[in-house]
């Protein structure tokens, strides 16, 4: 009994002393020290007490075995983003909390590291407006790879990392080098051994060597290893591969609709080695059009649940990089057994669509087919057709282009927003060095194949769609775009306000009211400015199993069908599509599916958001490597981007953004006026707006963060 009133008294001295000293943590001996408790057996009471104190939330264990008093027994969960410079921030997850940001201060992120799960308590008021957090748990690191170059100081191995906002360098065991036969100066991807002491360095462990830093091949490894995309399949994979057959087994023939006498051929890139789709068209007696849509029939290779299935679930997509694909299949199926290469018999998923001169379907029908693809065109070949009437299969490709232009019409007419963003493309000597940067221009033949893959990928997300209607529900992949954000869209009206153009946000509908803002800012310097800001306010088109229609392209039905070989939505919206038309599916088999689809959708929205900035970051790089080779050359372009510390500038011809520091606006002293998206100088009143045409002279550019900076030489008058 003495010893529970002991225990109780020690406590309430341990709470009250951490309670009044409630911003600051200290080791048990302190604690023992500061209270008058340093005898052997009372430290062992305080260590007892401690520990049921942390069990039931009135203390904070922190790293360091350091003890802090709860004052909220609220604990917020979101994801880190470290800034260089040390401190950090963190996005709450839960959309109830009133506060949706926490500002971490570098001595509070503790061993916590750029994009990991964590839990924070609050400790007061931060920078501006924002709470001060302190982070008490990592629930989840965020990286699985980290990629850096391999150094070597005073006989201790370590790994710099080649993003900034990793602020540490990584002890990497000598052990572990020798294995990989690594050597100082290797690019190398590692992944987090430990760190929980933060007086130390974080550990890794190497799991692949890259090349030598600085090569082509090492950097472009390096981004897509950063993403953690898999730069090679598992044995197992290709082993599984290797066991396809290369012919279509003679009994397949007799199941399928036979169409290798049909004309149809692929129209894609010039560099593009998988080919998912083919097209063709019939005009029929009535003068209506029999347009057939020819897609790469992998689900009849690729089964469920086998070993390519799998890989082909985790990798999500195939990754276009500037100089090659790190596909989502085995190149033996990408580039050949799935491939509608021409003079081949292949297998493919058929739908035929017969379209009147309005543009609606009329009828269509699905069909596992056999087909053999006549021609193989690129993009730049079939625009020649258009232009001048005269090559291949001339007559198809004109009535070709003639019903995208009427489904171009319609797609508009019932709200369908058409954004133009602008892409660029590299040409590369035989070292992996861009010697010349191009912009890509969107032809009429772009958009034929553009409107057949949507018409397409609408009819087969209909038919689903409306199958679920007569009592029963058909788990499906729908591809949703949400309503945009009204906040949003009245920065963006304020915005466009500014440069001169009228967008009316509270216009019904609303898809109308953007349309007409994109055709005021068609064909003018501002055309690729407004079009991408607008893009932001919009919401992210995602893979869903809860159909809320796509704002975007105005459809109420929606997915994708048409890219199996590169996308793994397809893939099982071909499944879907052949087991609830064909073969039929109790309700066994339907609970079954709807229990898959929403980590399928989840896991493929994510993957498809690391693709496109893996993508967008090798873009970067060759950029960069580009203009290293540009310092001194002056540029025009326009500020795409206004920030208290400079001007971002957008050299348009080659889409290359750069920096204008404020520091290096030197005739005068200039603010940041957030409303006006400009900087203003105080004493000539000379103006920066967003959307300026301005001339720029490159100074610097710094390969390791890819980042260009220009000084600004002036205006340019309209």
């Known amino acids: ?89 963190v996005e709450v997850e839960n959309e109830d909390s009133q506060i949706k940001e926490i500002f971490i201060p570098p001595r509070f992120i503790h061993t916590a590291i750029d994009g990991d799960k964590v839990a924070v308590s609050i400790v007061g008021k931060g920078k501006g407006e924002l709470a001060e957090g302190e982070i008490v748990d990592i629930i989840e690191r965020g990286r699985k790879i980290i990629t850096g170059v391999l150094s070597k100081r005073k006989g201790i191995y370590f790994v710099v990392p080649d993003d900034k906002r990793l602020i540490h360098d990584f002890y990497i065991d000598e052990k572990n080098v020798k294995k990989f036969n690594a050597r100082p100066g290797d690019k190398v991807a590692i992944e987090l051994v430990d760190w929980i002491d933060e007086r130390f360095a974080p550990e890794g462990r190497i799991v692949e060597v890259l090349g030598q830093a600085g090569e082509n091949d090492a950097e472009i490894l390096a981004i897509a290893r950063s993403y953690n995309f898999p730069t090679r399949f598992p044995d197992e994979v290709l082993e599984e591969a290797e066991e396809i057959p290369d012919e279509i087994p003679s009994s397949e023939y007799a199941k399928r609709l036979d169409l290798r006498n049909l004309i149809c051929f ?82 493919a998923y058929s ?41 291949d299969y001339a007559d198809i490709i004109l009535e070709m282009h003639k019903l ?93 306000r500014k440069l001169g153009f009228k967008f009316e946000v509270d216009s019904k509908p609303l898809s109308k009211s953007i349309q007409k803002l994109l055709a005021q800012v068609k064909d003018t310097e501002y055309e690729y400015l407004v079009n991408d800001i607008a893009i932001r306010s919009m919401a992210k088109a995602i893979y869903s199993e809860k159909n809320i229609g796509h704002f975007g392209l105005g459809f109420k039905y929606y997915t994708h069908f048409t890219s199996p070989i590169r996308r793994y939505p397809d893939l099982v919206v071909h499944r879907l599509l052949y087991e609830y038309t064909e073969k039929g599916v109790d309700d066994k088999r339907l609970r079954e599916i709807a229990q898959k689809l929403p980590q399928i959708c989840k896991h493929s929205s994510e993957m498809e958001i690391r693709a496109m900035e893996v993508e967008r970051e090798s873009i970067k790089l060759k950029q960069v490597e580009y203009m290293k080779d540009h310092i001194g050359k002056v540029f025009d372009g326009i500020i795409s981007g206004v920030v208290e510390f400079g001007l971002f500038v957008e050299i348009q011809d080659i889409l290359v953004e750069g920096l204008v520091k404020v520091r290096d606006l030197t005739d005068d002293y200039y603010i940041y006026d957030e409303n006006q998206y400009a900087l203003i100088g105080k004493y000539t009143k000379k103006v920066y707006r967003l959307g300026d045409k301005v001339k720029v002279r490159v100074v610097r550019v710094d390969e390791s963060s890819r980042e260009i900076d220009f000084v600004l030489i002036g205006k340019i008058s309209r």
């Open 1 to 89: 009994m003495k010893e529970e009133v002991e225990i109780s008294k020690i406590k309430e001295r341990i709470l009250k002393f951490l309670k009044k000293r409630s911003k600051r943590s200290f080791r048990l001996k302190e604690i023992a020290r500061k209270l008058g408790l340093m005898e052997e057996y009372e430290m062992d009471v305080i260590r007892r007490v401690l520990m049921e104190m942390v069990e039931r939330g009135e203390v904070i264990k922190l790293p360091r075995n350091k003890y802090k008093f709860k004052p909220n027994p609220k604990i917020l969960v979101g994801r880190l983003t470290v800034n260089p410079n040390g401190y950090g921030f």
């Open 266 to 347: 692929t129209i894609d890139p010039e560099d593009a080695k998988d080919f998912d789709d083919a097209v063709s068209l019939e005009i029929l007696p009535d003068g209506k059009y029999k347009l057939g849509v020819h897609i790469a029939d992998v689900s009849y290779y690729v089964k469920e649940g086998s070993e390519i299935d799998l890989e082909a679930l985790k990798r999500g997509t195939s990754v276009y990089l500037v100089d090659r694909v790190i596909p989502m299949l085995p190149e033996k199926l990408s580039n050949n057994v799935c491939s509608l290469n021409p003079n081949v018999d292949r297998l």
């Open 351 to 391: 739908v035929f669509m017969i379209v009147n001169s309005k543009g609606v379907v009329e009828k269509y029908s699905f069909h596992k087919s056999i087909i053999r693809s006549k021609r193989r065109f690129t993009y730049e070949e079939v625009q020649k057709i258009i232009e001048t009437g005269e090559g």
């Open 404 to 496: 995208s232009k009427i489904l171009l019409k319609k797609r508009l007419r019932e709200g369908s927003l058409d954004f133009e963003t602008p892409e660029v493309k590299f040409k590369l000597d035989e070292d992996g060095k861009p010697i010349e940067i191009i912009k890509k221009v969107r032809l009429d033949s772009h958009r034929l194949i553009e409107e057949f893959m949507l018409l397409a990928n609408q009819t087969v997300a209909k038919h689903i769609g409306k199958m679920s209607k007569k009592n029963r529900e058909y788990p499906f992949i729908y591809r949703v775009h949400d309503l945009p954000d009204p906040a949003k869209l009245k920065s963006l009206a304020e915005f466009v």
